[in-house]
């Protein structure tokens, strides 16, 4: 596969010019992963507006692939009801367990399509999925979720 | 006549094909020791290192995905093999270790809440405790217990034998009691061939809130296991007895019991973050296995998996239980000889321990050796179950797969020229 | 010029004829993680499962005769590498067990003290005591340590590092004083490739009674170590770094410490006598190696050894520090690289660690991946290494017997194509 | 080899009918030795009568190289001088790490030069030597000999 299929510029883009970066005021819940081969960190936190649409904060220093899976998060997820999200959320979670077969929607997807050449390559999958696995946990922290609907991922 | 070909199976293993002693075809029956291993193990080994031979979960390149990848599908595999998940899975480099790491959970918990780190209580042990194994434990499955002990002030008891060979439970509900906080049995005994009613026993354990741990060294590789049935919460056994390399040992536990334990060994790859001054651990199994893994002798073990599953366990099960029970006649037909062990097939194994009368086991396993025949003698490790038996050793068959009648018509006829040479009475 | 002549070695290495990324030849610089393995090494282990194979020290038959002398010559060979009787050297599956085995003599001991069992008090520790390492330590030299504080105590202390990436002895005689009883450091820097004066730091530790740890992972491979030389007590290091086999490590102890020391791992082989109630352990080594040990693995390994010796460790050291040499001068010069470790071939290694600034390491990982060229990125298991520098993380080549210039130019490069591909200044 | 070269007619016999097997009643020192592997045992004394001559107790049980080994060494130090006695163990150590190939002396060894077949057989070299071991270490124990002298057999 070649760079540009794996780095696809809207995932340079995205590690370049964070969408929504930094942290809430108030947070519900937050969550702090790492990943322990590579030392990549994410910050992210999760709060409902009036409406119940998720409120988004986080930050994070890591490879470009991990920052922009954060970036990206962000966009998708930020004003969404919760069971939108997590429809996003697993969208997301099954295209990084293609092995780069899968055919993503981009209605539902949005730039994360872009990701889809990291299923190739086991080593990202993690640093893709760094900031959505966080999401989840925060989600379970802030009581948003119950810790039984998690997937393990 | 079982599914088993053993003319078949016998050309898978190098070995088998090799002489001994000035000339002798060799006929190996000390598979309880460790088994020979068929050529898809050996090749398996090989082409890891040929092609794809990196350090698993340590890096990122095409090689290091291509070992991680290897290293977890065998995960996978014996998990499979055994009916459980991936995730339940440890490599450790032998049952010792894997029955070390047990144990260890208990002396680490306790000194570590001594100075202030929570653990799960149910690994803190004090002097009113009490940890339970049988007289029938091999070393592996006593001495890391008798050294729990030791170092936490806690009280070793056993459940004891039968003259038949057989775990004696009349005092079960004694023995295992509220102040016991784990209990140890082994699945299949090495040296009488016993197999334990182990689920019985966890059931017992799991009453007065004790962690169940059983030693499958000798069941897995001879039977089907589905190692959840077993009813216990650590469950450990050997890659080396069931086709595979050396140098690779597994341990199955819940996911709620491998939560709990602290890690035993610390170092790379098993840690979440790491400062100077603390670091946390990752999730299971992870969190057991610190540094470079073996990778090459989990890829062999995957391939010895699946040379057993082509067989099907139940067949395997169904042809050792066939030459244990011919075994068992064979034996007793011969006088001068005692079985040391169940002499039914009935809850046993293969691995018969005998006796002969007038003659050390050294001297009839040297007569056996002379004759191409390799047997194992000696306590087995298993000394106290020797004693308890009243003999300093035994001489003990250990068939597998690869072995037929004819091994065992070959044993009784070695047995005859032993009672000949040493001019005892047969 | 040195006498390595590396075209002919790579023919040895079977993994090195394989392409990766669609076609590219492979370009191993990850040799620090794991080193690939002669096709020697790979028939030495073949060879003895073909013919010799079953459990060392446990039988008494033609086989069993033959396995545990093929695994005795092989400590005896290792032993020589090194410069010592095999009676010092022990097996274990990695050089973070031979680093576990070693801190756990000390909460072993401990423990065992505190109900009742003598001890030699040199591994009792109490809070007033103190555990010294460094700032450079990989994970597996750090956390036993932590682990060993936590179950005991005591409290841990690390000799500091400066900027150039070498040790601040400055505090040398402050930070290991009468408190201390143990100190462990590592002989080269895995992240760094930073050689510390271990002589110096270890006369220390016994001026205070310490005892002395070296961890010797990445010396023993690459240069010839006499381990009596560098004054420790214990010397850890791994097969797998040095062309053996995976699943087999070595702890070097003076006679004098190992019969100190209580046993780690527990069970059979590693015994005197065993009753139900206690066991008296067998002197070292087998008092160290419970269970079937990983005779093949020892088999791979003497063959590496062999191999190394047939090289010359002396021509296999200046390879590398000419490698070295031209190695830190070609990424000195690429601007926006820099270099995290000692920047001249002075008492450094062939490991050079560096970031590229505006990438992050794992992205120029990828990148050389792409190309074909195995780097490893990450912390490398010296997480908190990284934090005194500053950095999350960084890439590390580590060049070994089968690489030359052209690996280092293919590498250059390469790191040109990363910064032109994510158009950073270069 | 043939199973008559290892077990030599010589050997059977001491081991169907030990030489002056018994213990001691005031022994000066007293070593029992196990080999681990295979559990064979041997307790061993020693004393001096007034000439200076070594009087020898032992019993054991095991197989019948360990055991005639140990009638051996009665035979051939009971009433020796130490140093008499420490030439003859150092003559069957040295016959047992010969590999087969020893050329043992009779005036030496006496009945011992029966055990050249076992140094073909590492596992029972260990059971020829269980008591010679004791013997050294018995007499370690009672003061008879150096520790320092002692040659790690
Ligand atoms: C019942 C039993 N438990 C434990 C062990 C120890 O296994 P290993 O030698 O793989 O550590 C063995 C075999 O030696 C065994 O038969
Ligand atoms: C300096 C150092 N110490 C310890 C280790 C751990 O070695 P192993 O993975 O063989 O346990 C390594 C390598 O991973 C190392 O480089």
Redesign the interface.
Known sequence: ???EA??QDII?DHYKNPRGRGLLEFPLGTAFH?N??????VNLQVAAAADGGLLIGYEG??????QASASVLYELVQGRQVTEAENIRRAFVELMHSQGHGEPDEAVLGDGIAFVGVAK????IK?ALLPWMAFQDAEIKGGLMLETNSDGE | MTGIDVARIRADFPILKRTVRDGKPLIYLDSAATSQKPVEVLDAERTFYETSNAAA????HQL??EA??AYEASRARVGGFVGVEAENIIFTKNASESLNLAAYAFSNATALARWGTPVDPRFELNPGNSVVVTEMEHHANLIPWQEVCAKTGASLRWLPLTDSGRLDLADLDDLIDTSTKVVSVVHQSNILGTINPVAEIMARAHAVGAVGVVDACQSIPHMPVDVRALGADLVAWGGHKMLGPTGIGLLYGTSEILQAMPPFLTGGSM???VEMERSTY?AAPQKFEAGVPMVAQAVGLGAAVAYLEKLGMAEVAAHEQELTAYSLMALSGIPGVRIIGPTETVDRGSAISFVVEGIHPHDVGQVLDNMGIAVRVGHHCAWPTCRRFGVPATTRISPYIYNDQRDIDALVEAIAHAQHFFKVAS
């Open positions: 596969m070649s760079l794996l780095y340079i790492v322990p081969t590579c030392g990549d960190e220093t890591g490879c470009s692939i991990s390559y086991p080593a990202r640093c | 979960h340590r890096g990122a290091a995905e991680t990848a840690i979440a973050t990752a």
